[in-house]
């Protein structure tokens, strides 16, 4: 997705000392001015692209698991086998190079041939439809075609734009560092090849389990062999009256959202934004970047205390003030009229607008309304099975038993919703494909990255290790003894390390 990627290390082609690279070792190389990484697992030597699919993570920088590597940054995951991209967010495949190994050196040879997909004509049900086409409806439709499903597969949305890279909205592309053709997944004909229909401007309005069909905005009815559900989630919003004055309010959400929020800031010089969330802070960032004068107005004692705890938070808190953000914390506000934004210690703010980030609410209608079980959450099995057969679903409105605890947990993350859509895919095709996935989220804020594994609602220790202020520290959240969650500031293979130990029930 970015600017074609430079090159380091040896040219592989010219043989590497085979001792150069222990067992389980890697190298960032080179081939015909390629990037490509080397890696030595299980006795067996691998070549494949080493940048990463997403957003360009250095995969030498990863680890290696078995026969795959994850990427640092946002921890997607490859074949080294096959260059196959086997775990989001990574998006497409990775070119594959042969390796020989002659004497006491190994050499990259020619491409490798790409490998056959799954075997085609895997049976399943004659029809899947997809309610949603963003992170977990988009990732349900490409692992189905990934898997050889061959029958009628389409995906609804009313939003024009879907299915696009949401994370980035909040991010580069708010702050003019990321051009708008890096906000779609893939080009339209990478659908159109698969034979994945997406069916744009155009709302489910109601599910009828008993009759397998869907109810369309336009009256329509369509039945379904398997139907996953995607909605996702949409932004809460304030009381109309607080909407209605002058500056004018903004949420973000949609791809729309972030070019009003840009077409807003073009002869802005001050913006207020209400809540410090993730997204609040982020569009701060943002807004920072593009040189407004930001109010970060919130009830918090300390941003983002709540999810990372009072450290980080004012770890996080600093960095905004260093970069410019007022914060005007334990603070609400009270009107918005009048070309101001009063808040509830009477303090008045004059911004060209306000961009509002208190949270989300999940778009449960269309399941509530089919009769699914819900319980703050579309409930679902470990396969991603709602209560109603044939029903599954996916991403910011399912909640899921998660096997480390046991509990049911429902989470707001990009990369948890992607692998959701895959398991659903998987579950549909009977593939026995149970959702275990350790969740993972990433933020950023200015030039400070902050990944999360794990999941932590309460804890009753925090431990740090290395230095918060120094931006390089792990801090795990522990209850009784146990790690529930690792958040790191540059300590990426650390993350990595702790998601695979979670995984494998090691912390
Ligand atoms: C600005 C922003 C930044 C973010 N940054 C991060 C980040 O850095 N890291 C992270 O982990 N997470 C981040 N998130 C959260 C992440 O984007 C979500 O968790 C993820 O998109 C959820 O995926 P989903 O498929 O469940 O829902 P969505 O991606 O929201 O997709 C749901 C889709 O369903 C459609 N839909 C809704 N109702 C209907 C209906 N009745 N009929 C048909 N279609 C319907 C919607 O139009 C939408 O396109 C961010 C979110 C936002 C808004």
């Known amino acids: 997705m970015s600017d074609e990627p430079t090159v380091s290390g040896p040219d592989l082609t010219a043989g590497i000392p085979i001792v150069q690279v222990p067992e389980g070792g890697m190298l960032a190389g080179h081939v015909s001015g390629k990037p490509v990484l080397l890696a030595r697992s299980g006795g067996e030597w691998f070549a494949v692209g080493a940048v990463c699919s997403h957003y360009s993570g250095p995969l030498p920088e990863g680890i290696l698991v078995g026969d795959t590597v994850r990427c640092p940054w946002h921890h997607g995951c490859f074949s080294l086998r096959t260059g196959q991209a086997l775990r989001p967010p990574a998006l497409n495949d990775l070119s594959c190079w042969r390796v020989e190994q002659r004497g006491d050196?190994?050499?990259?040879?020619?491409?490798?041939?790409?490998?056959?997909?799954?075997?085609?004509?895997?049976?399943?049900?004659?029809?899947?439809?997809?309610?949603?086409?963003?992170?977990?409806?988009?990732?349900?439709?490409?692992?189905?075609?990934?898997?050889?499903?061959?029958?009628?597969?389409?995906?609804?949305d009313p939003d024009p734009d879907a299915p696009y890279d949401r994370p980035n909205l909040s991010k580069d592309y708010l702050a003019g560092t990321a051009s708008e053709d890096w906000i779609p997944l893939h080009p339209l004909e990478f659908?159109?090849?698969r034979g994945i229909s997406i069916v744009r401007d155009r709302r489910v309005m109601a599910v009828e389990p008993k009759a397998r069909r869907i109810r369309l905005d336009d009256g329509q009815t369509r039945e379904y062999g398997a139907l996953i559900l995607a909605t996702?989630?949409?932004?809460?919003?304030?009381?109309?009256?607080?909407?209605?004055?002058?500056?004018?309010?903004?949420y973000l959400r949609t791809f729309a959202d972030s070019k009003a929020i840009i077409a807003a800031a073009?002869?802005?010089?001050?913006?207020?934004?209400?809540?410090?969330?993730?997204?609040?802070?982020?569009?701060?960032?943002?807004?920072?970047?593009?040189?407004?004068?930001?109010?970060?107005?919130?009830?918090?004692?300390?941003?983002?205390?709540?999810?990372?705890?009072?450290?980080?938070?004012?770890?996080?808190?600093?960095?905004?003030?260093?970069?410019?953000v007022v914060f005007h914390l334990q603070q609400k506000a009270r009107e918005i009229a009048g070309g101001a934004v009063t808040l509830e210690n009477g303090e008045r703010l004059e911004p060209d607008f306000v961009v509002v980030g208190i949270g989300v609410r999940p778009n449960l209608?269309?399941?509530?309304?089919?009769?699914?079980?819900?319980?703050?959450?579309?409930?679902?099995?470990?396969?991603?099975?709602?209560s109603a057969p044939g029903i599954y679903a996916a991403g910011d409105i399912a909640r899921w038993p998660q096997p480390r605890t046991g509990e049911p947990i429902r989470v707001e993350?990009?990369?948890?919703?992607?692998?959701?859509?895959?398991?659903?895919?998987?579950?549909?095709?009977?593939?026995?494909?149970?959702?275990?996935?350790?969740?993972?989220?990433?933020?950023q804020h200015y030039?400070?990255?902050?990944?999360?594994?794990?999941?932590?609602?309460?804890?009753?220790?925090?431990?740090?290790?290395?230095?918060?202020?120094?931006?390089?520290?792990a801090v795990r959240f522990k209850r009784g003894g146990r790690t529930l969650a690792v958040a790191t500031i540059y300590r990426d293979r650390q993350s990595l390390e702790a998601e695979l130990a979670m995984e494998q029930a090691m912390i």
């Open 266 to 324: 073009a002869n802005a010089k001050c913006a207020v934004i209400l809540g410090a969330s993730f997204i609040g802070l982020e569009v701060a960032a943002s807004l920072r970047a593009r040189k407004l004068e930001v109010h970060v107005v919130a009830p918090d004692a300390r941003p983002l205390a709540r999810i990372m705890g009072t450290e980080l938070g004012g770890f996080i808190q600093k960095l905004h003030e260093e970069n410019g």
């Open 105 to 156: 050196k190994v050499y990259v040879a020619g491409k490798a041939q790409k490998p056959e997909r799954a075997a085609s004509g895997r049976r399943g049900p004659d029809s899947v439809l997809i309610v949603g086409a963003g992170a977990a409806g988009d990732s349900a439709a490409e692992t189905l075609r990934r898997e050889g499903y061959e029958g009628s597969l389409t995906l609804y």
């Open 413 to 443: 993350h990009w990369v948890v919703a992607q692998r959701q859509g895959q398991a659903a895919a998987r579950s549909i095709l009977d593939l026995d494909q149970r959702f275990d996935a350790v969740p993972f989220f990433w933020s």
């Open 232 to 250: 996702g989630a949409t932004p809460v919003r304030l009381p109309a009256e607080m909407e209605r004055g002058s500056p004018p309010v903004l």
């Open 447 to 473: 030039d400070v990255p902050i990944n999360y594994v794990g999941h932590a609602e309460r804890w009753d220790s925090i431990e740090v290790d290395g230095s918060i202020e120094a931006r390089d520290c």
């Open 191 to 193: 659908y159109q090849e």
């Open 365 to 386: 209608e269309l399941a509530e309304r089919a009769g699914l079980t819900i319980d703050r959450g579309v409930l679902v099995d470990e396969r991603l099975q709602t």
